[in-house]
């Protein structure tokens, strides 16, 4: 590698060894890397630190440590009035682990907004790949049969690093995530991790902490992995007790 961010991963490069991610740019935000490949250790050690790749179809692959980090603590999700009233009336139904290429394929679909996917047919394989070997999670969100929300992301130990998210009814993508941040309390995880603050996020509870803080939790609480393979739901969670 080179000396100084962004640092260059040479082809064939196998030590799946990162910059320390304190050393990422400010400008662009957390930009650390360039390079290397999207094979499972490689993502999963990049997670471990911090670190998530990022990168349209005509980039190499990037990756990111922005500082500060928004996270959501699952023990601390803001549910609004309204949210709380759509959640107890049951009109969704949540599962996990039960479509994940389909909530993946809804994620990478182009937006209202007309803007591209950075989900390209390459990371889309490559999270299917670890969705294979336990690492990688959906949450589907169900109306009538039909999926209308969900989301996905990987998980080490104690830490959910969100991905992506999709909906296509409104608050199904919340509902969705509503209901894994209470699964995950009931299976005392320590944090969710959704890299860049926004609007939609920050309404769920989102906020910002800063990189290093970020990282100790990551330290804290990565090694734990009593939990990989196909999740579901806790029936004794029903919807009426929001």
Known sequence: MNNQAPFWIQPGDTSLTFPDAGLALRE???????????????LLSAYRQGIFPWYSADQPILWWSPDPRTVVFPDRIKISKSLRKTLRQGRFSVTLDRSFEAVLSACAAPRRSGSGTWITPTMAAAYIRLHKLGFAHSVECWQDQQLVGGLYGVA????????????????????????????????DFALIDCQVYSSHLASLGALTIARSEFVNHLDRHCDRSDLQGPWSLDPRMPHQDW
Not at 31 to 42: Q, S, T, Y
Not at 180 to 185: E, G, N, W
């Open 28 to 42: 662009p935000d957390g930009l650390l890397a360039i390079g290397g490949d999207l094979e499972p250790d490689r």
């Open 156 to 187: 080490l130990g104690r830490v959910f690093f969100g991905e992506s998210m999709f909906s296509r009814v409104s608050d199904s993508s919340k509902v969705a995530f509503a209901q894994l941040a209470r699964q995950l309390h009931a299976w």
